[in-house]
């Protein structure tokens, strides 16, 4: 069974580059038939997808997201990353990664997919 962990600053400063890792265990982020996706939920607000990668390394981002958004790998660790530039209080939230078989919205993720706990991040000075 696959697992999930987020990992990362609790805190980042506005303007500041924010980077969290999802470590994966329990399956390969390189042979499992999987997308590895970062996802997050604002206070009050829904799941917005912002992006991920796949097992074969390709990378899909949302269009709102895409101009500063990075996710990479780490094969060697089992770990993928995500890198949010140009941070500002309205991207404070919940992050998640998760792992799903198919390409899909946050609606259909949040029913289908594996996700890890999350992790909450605020942006303050």
């Known amino acids: 069974q696959v697992q999930l962990q987020e990992s990362g600053p609790g805190l980042v400063r506005p303007s500041q580059t924010l980077s969290l890792t999802c470590t994966v265990s329990g399956g390969s982020i390189t042979t499992y038939v999987s997308y590895w996706n970062w996802i997050r939920q604002p206070p009050g607000q829904g799941l917005e997808w912002m992006g991920a990668?796949?097992?074969?390394?390709?990378?899909y981002y949302s269009p709102s997201l895409k101009h500063r958004t990075s996710i990479s790998r780490d094969t060697s660790k089992n770990h993928f990353t995500l890198q949010l530039r140009s941070v500002t209080p309205e991207d404070a939230a919940v992050y998640y990664c998760?792992?799903?078989?198919?390409?899909?919205?946050?609606?259909?993720?949040?029913?289908?997919?594996?996700w890890g706990q999350g992790t909450q991040v605020t942006v303050s000075s």
């Open positions: 990668i796949a097992s074969s390394g390709s990378t």
């Open positions: 998760a792992r799903s078989s198919f390409f899909k919205t946050a609606g259909w993720l949040r029913k289908y997919a594996t």
